[in-house]
């Protein structure tokens, strides 16, 4: 990732509003990242004859990013709705391949 200039540093809303598209960049590129993790956890599970939805994990990665979402300072509930899109997301995109739910 490209080294941010500190928020404090940017002197005029277009030089902030760069400093936000680097960082989203970088968030979807995370995200991506992640969906890496899924397509592996896909394969996993059908070795293991496992279902897409395993509830108390889905609850332990909320539980997990609230805690961190607070710790960050940021609104735990916010963390915990969009986490949840991506649980749902990425737990839709298991079960096509795996042919569950």
Same mark, same amino acid.
């Given at each position: 990732?490209?080294?941010? @200039? ?13 400093? @936000?598209?680097? +960082? ?5 590129? +995370? +995200? %991506? ?5 899924? !397509? ?5 599970? $059908? ?39 991506? #649980? !749902?997301?990425? @737990?839709?995109?298991? %079960? $096509?391949? #795996?042919?569950?739910?």
């Amino acid at each position: 990732m490209k080294n941010l @200039i500190s928020p404090i540093d940017c002197a005029s809303m277009p030089e902030l509003r760069v400093e @936000i598209d680097h +960082l989203d960049r970088f968030l979807v590129a +995370l +995200l %991506a990242k992640r969906a890496t993790y899924i !397509d592996r956890a896909i394969e996993l599970k $059908q070795i293991n004859g496992w279902p897409a939805r395993i509830p108390d994990r889905v609850e332990d990665v909320v539980a997990k990013v609230r805690e961190t979402a607070k710790a960050e300072g940021l609104d735990p509930d916010l963390i915990e709705r969009l986490w949840r899109e991506l #649980i !749902d997301w990425s @737990i839709a995109r298991e %079960a $096509q391949v #795996i042919g569950d739910e």
